[in-house]
């Protein structure tokens, strides 16, 4: 079965009854603090050497003869298995179908709608739980939350700036609030300047470096950090909605200079600000991309978000090859 937002923190703190647990989504750092958790509440410790074993896609062959293992300490035994995909499915099956007393957790960033997914959402015994980033509201909700709770206040365009620069990692947003909230200290408050000082280090950031070079025509550049923003863990589909987001922003840039103003002053027009280090990027990219060529772009990205879920080859290659595809556009926009 499938759980909803208001069933899964129940469930996350007694998984008893459950057999096989499928974590999915783009939120990858959502993803393996959810598994974490799972994991010590079964076996009480998540790297308790006899209850617990690790494996990875490649290693998923050893999944049944894990789950069939009496620790030797007593207790169910915690098989857990990272960076699954819909190749799992037999392997799944077999577990589902056995009186195996072990606990399966399976996490598979990027998973979409396949066989996987149904066989767990169908099984007595499973439970699918999807971790996909916070946004809009829901994010500036989980920010003043986070600060709350550490005796901070937050200014309106402070949380503004903070919600457009953090989300798409759950445990990166709530690492870089701890920060935030640290520099701010018990009882004061975080205003933009502060936020930007504290979060503008990022390195989850390097995605967003990748995006502002691939629009501004900085072809090595994007694909530098391209690489390491994958290296970093963040998902495909991840980077594909991330870089929507970011040509959104350029159309409402570009919007307001085909309303008379310069790139300059539309720039500064946008809003949360940008951050410092951006400006520059940005200003250009505006001076790149007309309207229509952004909503074409959006499109293309779109469809390769879509092309991730259905078709058979590699989401990270799709997904680089849009990004890279905004950097040649924009690289020969400058060369005009």
Not at 96 to 108: H, I, R, W
Not at 268 to 287: I, N, W
Not at 308 to 323: F, H, Y
């Amino acid at each position: 079965m499938k759980l909803d937002a208001r069933q899964i923190e129940g469930f996350l703190r007694d998984p008893a009854a459950a057999q096989v647990v499928l974590l999915l989504g783009d939120d990858v750092g959502l993803i393996r603090e959810r598994a974490k958790r799972l994991v010590v509440a079964v076996a009480g410790s998540a790297d308790d050497p006899f209850r617990v074993v690790d494996l990875d896609r490649d290693t998923i062959g050893a999944v049944a003869e894990e789950m069939t293992s009496i620790p030797m300490t007593g207790g169910r035994r915690v098989v857990r298995v990272r960076d699954v995909t819909d190749t799992a499915h037999s392997v799944v099956q077999r577990v589902l179908d056995s009186k195996a007393n072990g606990f399966l957790v399976l996490e598979a960033p990027g998973l979409a709608k396949g066989k996987l997914r149904t066989l767990v959402e169908r099984a007595p015994r499973g439970i699918a739980i999807a971790c996909y980033p916070l946004e809009g509201r829901a994010l500036e909700q989980e920010v003043r939350s986070v600060l709350t709770t550490a005796g901070v206040k937050v200014e309106a365009d402070a949380l503004g700036w903070l919600a457009a620069h953090l989300g798409a990692d759950q445990a990166v947003t709530r690492s870089e609030l701890e920060k935030v909230a640290l520099y701010a200290g018990a009882g004061g408050t975080v205003d933009l300047e502060m936020a930007q000082l504290c979060v503008g280090d990022l390195a989850g950031l390097s995605l967003d470096d990748a995006l502002f070079a691939a629009t501004s025509g900085d072809v090595a550049a994007a694909d530098r950090a391209l690489e390491l923003a994958m290296a970093e863990g963040v998902a495909a589909v991840g980077v594909l909605r991330a870089g929507l987001l970011h040509l959104q922003k350029l159309q409402r840039g570009r919007a307001a200079m085909d309303g008379g103003l310069s790139a300059a002053e539309a720039t500064s027009s946008v809003r949360p600000p940008l951050f410092f280090r951006r400006v520059g990027q940005f200003t250009q990219a505006l001076g790149l991309w007309s309207s229509e060529a952004l909503e074409q772009a959006c499109l293309r990205l779109w469809e390769a978000e879509r092309a991730c879920k259905r078709t058979g080859t590699p989401a990270e290659t799709i997904s680089r090859s849009a990004v890279m595809g905004l950097a040649q556009r924009s690289a020969v926009a400058r060369r005009r």
